[in-house]
């Protein structure tokens, strides 16, 4: 162990907010092949299937346990007319998806559709309604469709369309960047289009709606203080009109610019380092949304949903500029773990968050091959899934003695060691990141209140940071057996190699 560990106290005995396993939520679009050759094949497709939907990947998927899955977009959502997507298909109407590569969407995977997959993965449904080419009547009556029982209109339409019974949707999105693609709104006049829709969209016997107000761009607190106006007076103890239960945000992670926002796979030390220290700036921006909320809702009774994140690079060369196609690095899986550590740490008002997005789009969980059919699980995937413990347990603070070792970026500085860690079941969950491309990092934690005997541990790393997996290496980038993990006197040693991510669980005693 060296001289230069981190050191780091976790009282284990003393619970802080749960972790909501909705911060572990997925996304999925109109968008490429995310939906179409991603989620869904066809029923005559060659592809193991039901009804269309591809069994590999709700398979894949299901080993997440993923709490949610956010539909139709996006920006999608906002052209999206939901009864386009009913009834037989061979009868709904094809449109052009003009904010993705301008191809026709023929509507075969609609909310049927969608609803069968959230219970073929055994997900709950985030369904993003159409406020910027929509009407309130179109969202109510599709709340309706969905949730209500006995009679009305809506109801027999669903019926005749093989559903008898209304399914359980709890979490409905207000629009969709409504500063930009959901309608060029001004803060001002998205916030009564607001409280129009939310008025409209109805609770129908026990299903409770979830209204989330679409909220900001990276770090512009005014559009959240503009919501928070509608909800509360300045110091309030209380909130006075719930007619909205959260509040969204949306924030990539690049390393260059808008207009060229770098490789996926092809990228420079300083372009890691950058990208660190930006994903790394998502506590920033959680930190200053909640603090706006505060001040009017200081018992934190509305919630943050960042229900877009993750990394966006160029596109792979030779694929469609409109589809959103990028491969999946080593990178990308530090930029998830470092996420995940700065939502636990705001488990008291982060209710949700979505990765954008599920499959073959962004940072995904999971590429399909269209000419071999394979898939590909990517290191995003895996740090989900070593880090599913997460889920519904409780927080529990990290403490570090000293200074963080770090690294300059600019003008600006990044810890590069990053841990959280929560208990539930009798268990303890402790999650490591080492975000130096080239120095390995001890970390001693002094485990106070309890200890932990036998640990499990994994590491996920690889030969260099621009490592990724492939239908010819689909294990490049894939989590091990970590022995690098010892409990001696009440203190979990951990030695992290250089560029990796590890957790490490035990039985609390």
């Known amino acids: 162990m060296s001289d230069t560990a981190v050191s780091a106290v976790i009282n284990v005995d003393i619970e802080g907010p ?37 069994l590999d ?20 959502a906002d052209e999206y007319h939901w009864r386009d997507g009913i009834g037989p298909k ?45 009407t309130v ?26 559903r008898e019974e209304p399914w359980k949707v709890k979490y409905w999105g207000l629009g969709n960047e409504t500063w930009g693609c959901g ?36 770090f512009s607190y005014g559009w959240t203080e503009t919501l928070m106006k509608q909800l509360s007076h300045l110091g309030c103890q209380r909130v006075e009109r719930p007619l909205y239960q959260a509040v969204s945000v949306h924030y990539y992670t690049i390393a260059g610019t808008w207009a060229d926002k770098g490789s996926a796979t092809e990228f ?24 706006v909320m505060d001040l009017y809702d200081p018992t934190k009774e509305i919630g943050i949903v960042l229900d877009e994140w993750g990394t ?7 694929t469609n500029p409109g589809f959103l196609y990028q491969q999946n690095t080593l990178r990308d899986a530090l930029v998830a773990s470092v996420h995940f550590d700065i939502f636990h740490r705001h488990a008291d008002r982060l209710v949700m968050a979505n990765i954008a997005q599920t499959v073959n789009v962004l940072q995904a ?58 208990r539930k079941d009798g268990r303890l969950l402790v999650s490591l990141s080492n975000l130096d491309a080239e120095e390995a990092r001890d970390v001693v934690i002094d485990l106070r209140g309890g200890t932990i005997g036998e640990v499990e541990s994994q590491v996920l790393t690889a030969g260099a940071l621009q490592e990724h997996n492939t239908p010819q290496s689909p294990e490049a980038v894939a989590p091990r057996p970590h022995d690098g993990v010892s409990v001696e006197g009440g203190k979990l040693r951990v030695h992290l190699p250089a560029h990796s991510f590890a957790t490490v669980s035990g039985a609390l005693a």
Request: proline share 4%; hydrophobic share 35%.
């Open 18 to 54: 749960q972790i909501s396993r909705h911060v572990y939520g997925h996304f999925a679009e109109h968008l490429g092949r995310c939906v179409y050759g991603g989620f869904y094949v066809g029923e005559d497709s060659e592809i193991p299937n039901e009804g269309g939907i591809r």
């Open 57 to 76: 990947v709700v398979e894949a998927l299901r080993a997440l346990d993923i709490p949610n899955l956010r539909w139709p977009g996006g920006c999608f």
């Open 90 to 134: 061979e009868e709904r109407p094809v449109m052009v998806n003009t904010h993705w590569g301008g191809v026709e969407e023929n509507n075969h995977f609609g909310t049927h559709e969608f609803m069968a997959l959230c219970e073929l993965l055994g997900t709950e449904p985030y369904i993003s309604g159409n406020v910027g080419s929509g």
């Open 137 to 162: 009547q179109e969202m109510s009556e599709w709340v309706e469709y969905l949730t209500r029982e006995g009679d009305s209109p809506a109801v027999r339409e669903r019926k005749a369309n093989g």
């Open 183 to 218: 309608g060029n709104m001004s803060a001002e006049q998205y916030a009564l289009e607001a409280r129009r829709y939310a008025t409209y969209c109805r609770d129908y016997g026990d299903n409770k709606l979830y209204r989330i107000a679409a909220g900001a761009s990276d």
């Open 268 to 291: 420079t030390e300083d372009e890691y380092y950058t990208t660190m220290w930006k994903a790394a700036r998502t506590d920033e921006l959680l930190t200053g949304h909640a603090n």
């Open 312 to 318: 966006w690079w160029n596109v792979e060369p030779g």
């Open 365 to 422: 969980m999971i590429l399909t091959d269209p000419e071999t059919k394979a898939l590909v699980l990517t290191p995003t995937y895996h740090v989900f899934q070593m880090n599913k413990g997460h889920q519904d347990a409780a927080s529990l603070r990290v403490d570090t003695l000293g200074a963080l070792p770090s690294r300059e970026v600019g003008e600006a500085t990044l810890e590069t060691v990053s841990i959280s860690a929560s």
